[in-house]
């Protein structure tokens, strides 16, 4: 394994390169975050083929944006310069909530450079009223409306996991926090999914069952759903879901990983 940075269009990014062999898998976690998130799925796939995990601008050891873009389109350029820059021409993108946008939106600006596209927990395209609500009652009440919003999303994770994002949560401001949010409502992934022909799954939990969830939006994209976990559903029950990235990459690689995660 080896943590190093690269130039990225808006500062340096931490990247987490390890392992050899397959297809590589590139990936991303979401709001508030860091390469942490994918310990268990770093340490696992890494015993067939190369994985990264990526701090995303203003996350982890990543550097914050100085005009405090966070805007999806501009971090799948950040995605493209960590691919240039660890010399991978296609990859299996695997992204959770925030991360999932992003894998998303450069799979349907770069097709070809993706060989499949796991999104875990992803955003869907939430209503404009409601988002509008959301952000309003953030700039009233940023801190108080973002307890609501955390509480939410690691209800039923681990202890071990809640306490992790209780330190990690300290780490973003609010001033970041609120452009994330922004960035995420402004992102439309209808057309992304549109753009991108090749393997897909959607990850989810029993709480993502509206009407805007990705696998509402497109009856064509496959979908599991994982229980007895919070939004962070690989760092709560990361052995069910190394099972579901192993099913998935037997099919896009299947030279490489049975579906234990035991090379061929």
Known sequence: MTTRTIAGPAGTLNVDDGGSGGVPVVLLHGFGGNTSHWAAQLDHLRRTRRAIAIDLRGHGRSAAPADGDYAVESQVDDLSAVLDDTNIARAVLVGHSLGGAIALAFAGRHPTRVRGLVLASAP???PEEQSRQVVGAMEADYEGTSAGYWERLTAGAAPDV?????????????TAGLAIIKATFAFDPLSA????????????????GAPHELHNLDP??????????????QMDRPDDFNEILDE?????????????????
């Open 124 to 126: 869907g395209r939430v």
């Open 162 to 174: 809640v306490d992790q994002l209780r330190r990690e949560r300290a780490d973003l401001d609010s």
């Open 193 to 208: 999914l549109q753009a991108y022909h090749g393997p897909r799954l959607a990850i989810t939990t029993p709480h993502a």
């Open 220 to 233: 064509d994209l496959p979908h599991r759903v994982m229980t007895g976990t919070s939004h962070f559903l």
């Open 248 to 264: 998935f990459l037997a099919i896009v690689d299947p030279a490489e990983v049975t579906p234990t995660g035991r090379a061929r």
